[in-house]
């Protein structure tokens, strides 16, 4: 038994951002962005219909691990890097490519003799999260260099405001500052991020690390994912299963927000913020109800919420519900809720259940 809401997948929208990607990047190698599950999707098979990447990256060493174990062999770069010897032996056992973005963990490479490791040394070029400083960038590369454990190095950093083209020198700024510390090395380098992408070209160099671009969402306020060729991976789907009729003054929901100003007939959708639907969208939020667009009506509750039903023809208890994806780009909510698709995508709960469609 299984709720009316959930969660579709399509492994051909990821298959065909990635071969966008490329489009964007033609001479770029493609380091698939992976963490937080995959942005939601599903590690495993997400990896699966992605595996035409030439590496992943992610944060999570377990996720890692599990990659490995299921036989990839692609490169798999580890965003944070380690934070302990024993996770650093885990790194060396199972191929892990390691950031170094800190001090602590230059020791801990010097005091680990076995083994052998490829390294991005990350360069704090504005962003101020991680990285070396440009100041501490040769120290910190000599003692990667005289490392004998240490086997590829490559350079990277990471932009702050890649989406804004307002702040687009911002972006020059910080590949200035990059250009300059790391002047006349022959590293391989990695800086551009999706909106770098799509944005910043100079910026793709040896590697480029989508992310959201590969699930069909537009990093760019310019741009909408449709008119950059991409297609959305995750449909979240439900059901009507309720119908109401309101007469002129009736209210909805906890708090009585929304109240009808005139007699209506509207839908209550199985959803709400336990399941990731956002309760801070605003009432007056798109959705889909058989593929016609109406209205949320109030805000969403722990498992449910309500539209409007007014003008929509044919609906009855089970017609399909599209909270967002194929029909209703994630962004529209996004902005309904004051937040970035990044945050919907990756906050879908647990108890709804995925179904994987294609590959
Ligand atoms: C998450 C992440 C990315 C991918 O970002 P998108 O905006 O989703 O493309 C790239 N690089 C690093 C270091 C990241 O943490």
Request: hydrophobic share 40%; charged share 15%; proline share 4%.
């Amino acid at each position: 038994m299984s709720r009316p809401i959930h969660t579709l997948i399509d492994l051909s929208a990821l298959e065909h951002n990635l071969s966008v990607v490329r489009q964007f990047a033609p001479h770029s190698r493609i380091m698939a962005i992976i963490k937080a599950n995959a942005y939601g999707h599903g590690l495993l098979h997400t990896a699966k219909a992605l595996r035409q990447a030439d590496g992943f990256a992610m944060l999570e060493p377990d996720a890692a691990i599990t990659l490995r174990q299921a036989g990839y062999q692609h490169p798999i770069l580890l965003l944070e890097g380690f934070f302990s010897m024993t996770e650093l032996a885990l790194f060396k056992q199972y191929n892990l490519t390691t950031v170094i973005h800190h001090k602590e963990q230059l020791s801990m490479l010097a005091a680990s003799e076995n083994g052998e490791l490829d390294v991005f040394i990350k360069i704090n070029t504005g962003m101020n999260r991680l990285g070396f400083a440009p100041s501490e960038f040769s120290q910190a590369l000599l003692s990667l260099e005289a490392n004998p454990t240490v086997k590829q190095i490559s350079l990277m950093t990471h932009f702050a405001n890649a989406d804004d083209l307002t702040k687009a020198s911002s972006v020059t700024d910080q590949l200035q500052c990059f250009n300059t510390t790391t002047n006349g090395l022959k590293y391989p380098r990695t800086l551009a991020n999706s909106a770098a992408i799509i944005h910043h070209p100079e910026t793709h160099v040896d590697w480029v690390r989508p992310g959201l671009l590969l699930y069909g969402a537009s990093p760019s306020p310019e741009k909408t994912a449709q008119a950059l060729g991409l297609r959305p991976a995750m449909t979240i789907l439900s059901k009507l299963i309720a119908i109401q009729n309101l007469k002129a003054g009736d209210r909805i929901g906890y708090g009585g927000h929304f109240q009808a100003s005139r007699s209506m007939r509207i839908g209550i959708v199985a959803g709400g913020y336990a399941d990731g639907y956002p309760r801070h969208a605003f009432s007056g939020t798109p959705i889909l109800v058989n593929g016609q667009r109406t209205l949320t009506l109030g805000f969403a509750s722990m498992d449910m919420l309500a539209i409007d039903l007014s003008h929509i023809e044919n609906t009855q208890l089970g017609s399909t519900v599209t909270l967002w994806g194929e029909g209703l780009p994630v962004e529209e909510i996004a902005h309904a809720a004051g937040t970035i698709s990044y945050e919907l995508l990756c906050a879908m709960a647990p108890r709804v259940e995925s179904i994987i469609k294609g590959s």
